[in-house]
């Protein structure tokens, strides 16, 4: 499975007002979650996977990530903030483009496949540029499609 296969427009949010990376991190962990304390098992398990490395590929990129869900299915969320935030990043840019993804709490090796493919495409800078200019979700997915 690829990371367009798992995005869906209404899981885009374009120029979001966030101020800090633990409020990205409840506003994500809320747009993903849909039932019952899932969305505080989300943001848990973001705050867990920090704490063992951050999670930002620099450029002012990242991919926070964490294993929440009890269900099968992978869900995933872009954000992409107004300003950047300040996200403890190694390269100390601010982080401006977010893609997200809540795991189910059983390992399965596709999960990592996920991740490189969200990781190779953000690392490609014509990619991110264009991601920063697409004035809405229709377009954004126009753009990941063109990068798989």
Known sequence: MRLIDLL??????????????????????RKLGKKDGEARAIYDSFIQREKRGNTSLGNGVAIPHG??????????ALFRLKKGVDYESPDNIDVD???????????????????QDAARMLRNHRTHRELNNARNAEEVLAVLSQST
């Not at 209404?10 to 506003?27: G, T, Y």
């Not at 294993?67 to 995933?76: E, G, I």
């Open 8 to 29: 869906e427009e209404q899981d885009i949010v374009l120029n979001a007002p966030i101020s800090s990376k633990k409020r990205l991190f409840e506003e994500i962990a």
């Open 67 to 76: 294993q929440a869900l009890d269900s099968s299915d992978t869900r995933v």
């Open 97 to 115: 483009t977010v893609i997200a993804m809540a795991f189910p709490r059983q390992n399965d090796p596709e999960h990592e496949k996920i991740l």
